[in-house]
T-cell receptor, first 109, second 112 residues
Framework: AQRVTQPEKLLSVFKGAPVELKCNYS??????LFWYVQYSRQRLQLLLR??SRESIKGFTADLNKGETSFHLKKPFAQEEDSAMYYC???????????FGGGTRLMVKP | GAGVSQTPSNKVTEKGKYVELRCDPI?????LYWYRQSLGQGPEFLIY????????DSGLPNDRFFAVRPEGSVSTLKIQRTERGDSAVYLC??????????FGPGTRLTVL
């Protein structure tokens, strides 16, 4: 069975501080990992996916198969980064996402 | 273009009643997904359609839940004999060639 764990329900940092949102997964196959973000009063939207190996809004995430992790990082947090962040795993068929419980990021001025 | 839309945005019903939740996917997207998000949790997969057929319904919690997509576009999630535990936000998503899932705003269902 596939499972995604986000150990922190809430992460609070000051503007300009580094941010790391943790995500660990368990999956028997070759995983495809995603980060989704939900800003206040907006719908869930894709932030980035590991196969793209891109940086979106200054965020990056590296898949570490040895540690089964896909942590989301940003060197300097901005107030507009405040949102709910969900880590998700896709099965081999790519037809369903398994989500973690989410982490609320609050960036204080 | 227009994104995924869901109606109604809010639905309040009484225990034991029947409800229907509607999803309009992005035009041209062949894949459609339903998820359920309970308070304080991440979304949980319910069912996936490829075209008109339900390719994976392994996430439906029991036989009170059923979904259709008769013409391969709009989908309806149907819940019979609603229970208080069915209260949640029901999310719909669709995907096209890139398989990136685009989510709708959700329907908040409250069962009294």
């Amino acid at each position: 069975a596939q499972r995604v764990t986000q150990p922190e329900k809430l992460l609070s940092v000051f503007k300009g501080a580094p941010v790391e949102l943790k995500c660990n997964y368990s999956y028997s196959g070759s995983p495809e990992l995603f980060w989704y973000v939900q800003y206040s009063r907006q719908r869930l939207q894709l932030l980035l996916r590991h196969i793209s190996r891109e940086s979106i809004k200054g965020f990056t995430a590296d898949l570490n198969k040895g540690e089964t992790s896909f942590h989301l990082k940003k060197p300097f947090a901005q107030e507009e980064d405040s949102a709910m962040y969900y880590c998700a795993l896709s099965n081999n068929a790519g037809n369903m996402l398994t989500f973690g419980g989410g982490t609320r990021l609050m960036v204080k001025p | 273009g227009a994104g995924v839309s869901q109606t109604p945005s809010n639905k309040v019903t009484e225990k034991g009643k029947y409800v229907e939740l509607r999803c309009d996917p992005i035009s041209g997207h062949t894949a459609l997904y339903w998820y359920r998000q309970s308070l304080g949790q991440g979304p949980e997969f319910l069912i996936y359609f490829q075209g008109t057929g339900a390719a994976d319904d392994s996430g439906l919690p029991n036989d009170r839940f059923f979904a259709v997509r008769p013409e391969g576009s709009v989908s309806t999630l149907k819940i019979q004999r609603t229970e208080r535990g069915d209260s949640a936000v029901y999310l719909c998503a669709s995907s096209g060639d890139t398989d990136t899932q685009y989510f709708g705003p959700g329907t908040r269902l409250t069962v009294l």
